[in-house]
């Protein structure tokens, strides 16, 4: 019974979550109103305001997602979704604020963001503690939900493995249906999980064994059987799902679209589309600017080390891919003595005969990326992606590492997850290769403004010295 009593009771703790949210809201105005007016409101007051601000703030809770189901959420997406509807509160309750009342709006543009800063935190601090609070249930079998996977195949049981490692969906699978009919299954279980030859009547036994989502793992080389399943399970009020096999794919990406009346499952594509580009390239250009203003006299000083023990120019240029596969000169300090390479562009190795006095000690502190952040003010590159690698070396590997030419999916980066995760230096083995490129695969498919922030902090205290930067 108490197991299953916040699912017994969704409405009621949806109910919950909104009392406790205008208690958040109250309390921000409360603690504003003493921190800006100086000053206590009374309960009339208080009330008054809430209905104000509520009107607007709710909205905005629901629209982000707020308030959506928390079993598939994790922190991070909840964060942002607090976020974005402060942030949106914010610019609109403040444009309205304004053009009701001009005079008065320094004042009252103060006393909304304190309350939106108290009202984030407290938000921020609720929602997380909820979350690990139903996380902590859902590991000890409270507030579960009990799934039967029709099929049998390896994507059957990768589905049954993950939820193992993730106890805190609560999702616990309690059968498996060999929907081949013909014969026997030699197997009988799967982990423990039972293995049973699909019924006659599978309404009834759905039934039967309180099953409260489907999930289908067969191919799609089956789809007039998933029909036929799903018509017989059509008097099944229940939640029914398809998995693809994306595993089998080794796809990038596996988000689903639609243009008009066409549903796209996406295989490969970057997450960073949309308003993301534009976010992540407002975000580049400013810190780009900022950095190359602040670093300007190092820049100096380099450029003269450079000229003064060794000839040749002080900017080394050099065709990469970018975008889409399209070639650009990246720019950075030249630490090699001037040489011809015919064909193939030798990487940097220890001891390198071909650095110059100073060229060893720019390559190891990274000092010689610096140039790069005018490309990303040219909008050739990006703060954080995948390094550029030669023309060259491009043509070496593609056809040898798994997934190499999606890196250019998205705009290379001065640093990336990578470069952060110790994968950088010389790569004289497609292993190596191929860990670079998983790194930069796993960047693609969990970009975000937080893990572009994460990387650039990283980059700050274990990016620069590196002992495989020579």
Known sequence: MYRNFLKQNYYYFFLFLIVADVLIISISEFLSSILVLDQVLNFTQIFKNLIVVSIFMFPFLSYFGVYSPFRRANYIQICKKIILAHISFFIVFSTIVYLINQNTFIFKVTWISVFVSISFFMFIFSRLLLLTVLRFLRKRSFNTRSILIIGTGEMAEKIHVRFL??????????????????????????????????????????????????????????????????????????????????????????????????????????????????????????????????????????????????????????????????????????????????????????????????????????????????????????????????????????????????????????????????SRGETDTVEKMQKRVDFDMDYIKNWSVFLDLKIIFLTIFKGFFNKNAY
Do not use: C
């Open 165 to 422: 490692e993730f106890l805190w969906t609560g999702y616990r699978v309690i059968g498996f249906i060999n929907h081949e009919q013909s014969n026997e299954f030699e197997q009988k279980s799967f982990n423990g999980v039972p293995i049973y030859n699909k019924p006659k009547d599978l309404s009834k036994w759905i039934e039967e064994h309180s099953v409260e989502e489907i999930w289908f793992a067969l191919p799609l080389s089956l789809d007039g059987e998933i029909k036929d399943l799903l018509w017989e399970l059509r008097h099944k009020p229940i939640p029914k799902r398809y998995v693809p096999d994306m595993f089998a794919l080794n796809v990038i990406t596996s988000s689903i679209g639609q243009i008009e009346d066409i549903p796209i499952l996406d295989l490969e594509d970057s997450r960073i589309i949309g308003k993301s580009i534009i976010i992540k390239d407002i975000l580049d250009k400013s810190l780009a600017l900022i950095i190359l203003i602040l670093i300007s006299p190092l820049m100096i000083g380099i450029a003269i080390a450079i000229k003064v023990t060794s000839k040749g120019p002080i900017i080394f240029k050099q065709k990469r891919y970018g975008i889409y596969g399209n070639v650009f000169n990246v720019y950075k300090f030249r630490s090699m003595k001037m040489h011809t390479e015919k064909n193939i562009i030798q990487q940097a190795q220890k001891n390198d005969p071909r650095l110059t006095i100073i060229g060893g000690f720019l390559r190891r502190t990274s000092l010689d990326e610096l140039p790069q952040f005018i490309n990303v003010l040219q909008g050739k590159m990006s703060i954080v992606g995948p390094r550029p690698h030669a023309v060259s070396h491009n043509e070496y590997y593609k056809d040898l590492v798994t997934l190499y030419m999606q890196r250019h999916l998205i705009k290379p980066g001065i640093t990336g997850l990578a470069q952060v995760n110790g």
